[in-house]
Nanobody, 124 residues
Framework: EVQLVESGGGLVQPGGSLTLSCTVS????????MSWVRQVPGLGVEWVSA???????YYVDSVKGRFTISRDNAENTVYLKMNSLKVEDTAMYYC??????????????????WGQGTQVTVSS
């Protein structure tokens, strides 16, 4: 059974930092591309960041220079370090298995390889 368990979300003031973690099981993590998707009710979903099995990274323009994605294959965990958080970063963040890198060219579609999500709220 595929499981993706996110943690690390919460309430933070603008300019603050959070680190999201996603620990996975039930599939070959080290050979899988991984990603973070965020969803704002009424505004749709978007790819935030991705990391390939070989370490290649992707960031949406709005988070470049502020967010850092990383992975620990020994721990089957992917991280998203978020610095200089803005109010517009408020969203539900999902850990998602990125089966094909080209999926980044299209809007995310929910499937069985999504975690349950962790809420990030940036507010003063």
């Amino acid at each position: 059974e595929v499981q993706l368990v996110e943690s690390g979300g919460g309430l933070v003031q603008p300019g603050g930092s959070l680190t999201l973690s996603c620990t996975v099981s039930g599939f070959s993590f080290s050979t899988s591309h991984m990603s973070w998707v965020r969803q704002v009710p009424g505004l749709g979903v978007e790819w935030v960041s991705a990391i390939g099995s070989g370490g290649t990274t992707y960031y949406v323009d709005s988070v470049k220079g502020r967010f850092t994605i990383s992975r620990d294959n020994a721990e089957n965990t992917v991280y998203l370090k978020m610095n200089s958080l803005k109010v517009e970063d408020t969203a539900m963040y999902y850990c998602v298995v990125l089966r094909y890198w080209w999926w980044l060219e299209r809007p995310p579609v929910k499937n069985n390889y999504w975690g349950q999500g962790t809420q990030v709220t940036v507010s003063s």
